[in-house]
């Protein structure tokens, strides 16, 4: 029977905020002074030590009454929660203390499991800071997107642009060019075009030099 019992013990280094159904068998080392609830409950917040470490529980009406420091005592049925950023054992509902014994028991003050955990602070910290970082991160990483997709879409018409003079101008241009580029063929043209007016020029000088003029005069 002591196999079995002992089997289902846990260590107080093992309790962690929200632990249930906990069986611990610790040694009463202090006992805080007695504090009422509004409904007129008395409540005492008992330090109790195992070979693992120390931690406080807290002790409500006729059971706190009856502890007293050397007591070792069996708890069944516990759990454990935060209570002002510290951790604490309670007997919960159908939880039981039982004295088993007196003053012969091993334990260890240090570590005190039930005073403040910095480190636990700091998890909660950081696991709200990376959850507001992974928020932060995301709109960026779209912002981001949104600028490259315009500017892959902005390169397409301009390389359209550059390949266009390229490959049309020689078969396309070539025929249409007559028509809408007269460039090439008014170099021809002025060199041709220079012969008519030259006529006409002559001619308004022989008109100037007629003798009709000579003749009103």
């Known amino acids: 029977m002591s196999n079995a019992i002992n089997e289902g013990l846990f260590l107080i280094k093992d309790v962690k905020p929200g632990s249930k159904n906990l069986n611990i068998v610790f040694i009463v080392l202090e006992i805080g002074r007695v504090t009422k609830t509004k409904d007129g409950h008395e409540v005492r917040s008992c330090k109790v030590a195992d070979k693992s470490g120390s931690i ?4 409500w009406d006729e059971l706190g009454s009856l502890i007293q420091p050397g007591d070792i005592i069996r708890l069944t049925r516990g759990y ?3 209570w002002k950023g510290c ?3 309670y007997t ?3 939880g039981d203390l039982q004295k088993i014994g007196e003053f012969c028991m091993v ?4 570590p005190n499991f039930s005073e403040p955990n910095a480190d636990l602070l700091a998890q909660n910290q ?3 800071t990376g959850k507001s970082d992974q928020r932060g991160n995301s709109p960026p990483n779209q912002n981001s997107g949104t600028p490259a997709q315009s500017g892959n879409g902005a390169m ?3 390389v359209n642009n550059n390949s266009s003079p390229s490959t049309p101008r020689d078969p396309v241009f070539g025929g249409v060019g007559r028509t809408n580029g007269r460039s090439p063929g008014s170099a021809a043209p002025p060199m041709s075009a220079v012969g008519p007016p030259s006529a006409p020029k002559p001619s308004v000088t022989i008109s100037n030099g007629r003798d009709p003029r000579r003749a009103k005069r």
Do not use: C, D, W
């Open 80 to 82: 454990a929660s935060m």
């Open 56 to 59: 406080a529980i807290s002790v």
């Open 87 to 89: 951790l604490t054992l």
């Open 107 to 110: 334990y260890s003050e240090v």
């Open 92 to 94: 919960g509902r159908g």
């Open 126 to 128: 950081q696991n709200k």
């Open 156 to 158: 397409i018409p301009f």
